[in-house]
């Protein structure tokens, strides 16, 4: 199959690909003194701020609400710097392309498994947040574990991964083509990070008074529907439990059980859309990949 | 019979290459849409790469291509470096330890695959790495690549490439290149950077090589350079193969048909 025989050329070069990851790596924090430390660097102040923001300046009735946010926070960062990143990992090294011989393909994957490890990084930062909040949880006597489903944890990381990496195939193998690829994604992205359940829960939207049904489950499906919701939606349950929220105006609000994540057809669903993007990713980059070199 | 000659090898068979080439307009989404929206077609013109190519270069050869501009010297050397794919026939490498995977080191222009904000060190790692070698060869190397480099001032090789000059990158790349235990080298007009004494040394690394029996393709525009180390040369006219053969008489028959004296 040629798949496989691609799959089998590009092991060949294990160690360029360890040491294209190594070199996205030195180049990132090239020159700073804290170096690799301002992966760890960044996502401590996020959670700072955001702990402050929601905890003495705009308190809402969701307990450590920050928590929530950072929980969809630090995967929507990954998704982001990953796909643009990547989106460049081609067309910035045309020169080395057009010169010498290497399975193509390795350039977005490096640049993906480079993000990989700072997103591992920040889930450490969450990870250290979310043992405070545990350990808070016992001291005032309602002592909590994080919810079982913690443990499917890697999964979720892996699907997340393969669809970053689907993506950044599709659209590194296209930026070659048509540089305006990488502005579309840039403002796709930003757009899109309202339309995934970061800054609120899926919950508010499967039980919105704003609209009526049927136009509410079709809404709500959508969301389902989408891997970048799922994923998020996910992450945020399995590290967070559910609590009652309160939804709608204050004059006719209602308490809802907020952080349930998504039905586990749509996880599994969810997977399976991962794998596909990345395995069409890849052929559609093979297939285009001849003719990177020869564009003037 | 007479007795079994050696592998080749590269062997060229009947390689065509073709290029579109987009005239007006605008390739991309904006030519999709000028497309659409106004029916102004990207007007694409096909130019012809390689005609029909058959070359055949024995192990241990040094084989110069030379011809005009775009006359498919450089499309040839892509082919072999295996960057570019023919539209029509194959190219093979007989005589090499792996035939699917022949070491080829291409000696890179200045500032390809080196990262300038990386290293000289760092970088000379990650350039063997993609010319095939681990880090543990590289490292066993590292002292023989900086000596051969020979910077003047050796502080130079953990400064980030992009405050090296021109001569340094070209020292850099082609030391690291010449280090990689190559089956075939292809040189690309990257001599011609760097001082004399840098070149001699260039030269006799050439030479060490052709005795070694390794197997060389360069293009050069320079016929001091092609007349000191090729031993045939390969005249290239519009994607086709003008003339081959003997160094001399390859380069006058080209100096003539461009009008130039010899």
Redo the contacts between chains.
């Keep these: 199959m040629r798949l496989l025989d691609e799959v089998r050329e590009a092991l060949?070069y294990r160690?360029?690909f360890?040491?294209l990851v190594q070199?996205e790596l030195?180049?990132r924090y090239?020159?700073s003194a804290l170096g690799v430390l301002w992966s760890l660097a960044n996502p401590i102040a996020r959670a700072l701020v955001l702990f402050a923001v929601f905890e003495f300046i705009v308190p809402l009735r969701v307990d450590s609400y920050s928590a929530y946010v950072l929980a969809a926070f630090f995967p929507w960062t990954y998704f982001l710097t990953g796909i643009l990143d990547a989106g460049e990992s081609v067309s910035k090294q045309m020169?080395?392309?057009?010169?010498?011989?290497?399975p193509r393909e390795l350039l977005p994957l490096a640049t993906t498994v480079a993000n990989l490890r700072h997103f591992l990084l920040s889930l450490c930062v969450l990870g250290l947040y979310l043992v405070y909040l545990y350990a808070k949880s016992w001291y005032i006597g309602d002592p909590k574990l994080p919810p079982a489903e913690i443990f499917l944890l890697p999964v979720l990381v892996v699907m997340q991964t393969l669809l970053i990496g689907g993506i950044a195939l599709y659209i590194s193998a296209l930026n070659v083509?048509?540089?305006?690829?990488k502005f579309?994604v840039a403002v796709a992205l930003d757009l899109m990070f309202y339309g995934v359940p970061i800054i609120y829960f899926l919950e508010q939207v499967q039980q919105t008074t704003v609209v009526a049904e049927p136009a509410r489950s079709v809404l709500y499906y959508l969301f389902l529907l989408n891997p970048f919701a799922v994923i998020l939606t996910s992450y945020r349950a399995f590290l967070l439990h559910p609590q009652q929220a309160p939804l709608g105006p204050a004059a006719q609000e209602t308490l809802i059980t907020v952080n349930q994540g998504v039905p586990w057809w749509a996880f599994w669903l969810c997977f399976a859309v991962c794998v596909l993007v990345f395995l069409g990713g890849y052929r559609f980059f093979n297939s285009r990949k001849?003719r990177f070199?020869?564009q003037? | 019979m007479t007795a079994a000659a050696p592998p080749n090898a590269i062997e060229v068979r009947n390689v065509s290459k073709r290029f579109h080439v987009i005239r007006h307009g605008y390739a991309g989404i904006k030519g999709k849409l000028g497309a659409l929206f106004k029916g102004q077609k990207p007007e694409v013109t096909e130019v012809t790469g390689l005609d029909d190519v058959n070359v055949t270069i024995a192990q241990g050869e040094t084989v110069a291509l030379i011809g005009r501009n775009g006359s498919g010297k450089s499309t040839l050397l892509s082919l072999v470096a295996n960057v570019m794919r023919p539209d029509a026939g194959t190219i093979a490498f007989p005589a090499s330890a792996d035939p699917a995977h022949p070491r080829i080191a291409p000696l890179l222009e200045v500032g390809a695959g080196f990262h300038p904000d990386l290293t000289g060190i760092q970088n000379v790692f990650f350039n063997g790495s993609i010319l095939g070698l681990t880090r543990a060869q590289m490292a066993e190397r590292l002292e023989s690549i900086k000596a051969f480099a020979d910077f003047e001032k050796p502080e130079y090789y953990d400064a980030p490439v992009r405050t090296y000059s021109s001569g340094m990158f070209v020292r850099l790349g082609f030391a690291v290149a010449v280090h990689t235990d190559p089956e075939i080298i292809l040189v690309d007009e990257t001599m011609a950077v760097g001082d004399e004494v840098f070149q001699e040394k260039c030269y006799a690394r050439i030479g060490e090589f052709q005795r070694e029996g390794r197997t060389i393709v360069l293009v050069s525009h320079d016929m001091d350079i092609v007349r000191r180390v090729a031993t045939r040369a390969l005249w290239l006219r519009q994607g086709r193969v003008t003339a081959d053969g003997d160094v001399e008489d390859v380069i006058h028959a080209y100096h003539r048909s461009v009008g130039l004296p010899d």
Excluded: G
């Design positions: 060949r160690e360029l360890d040491n070199r030195q180049v090239k020159n020169a080395l392309v057009k010169k010498v011989y290497f083509f048509f540089e305006d690829i579309l001849w070199v020869e003037l």
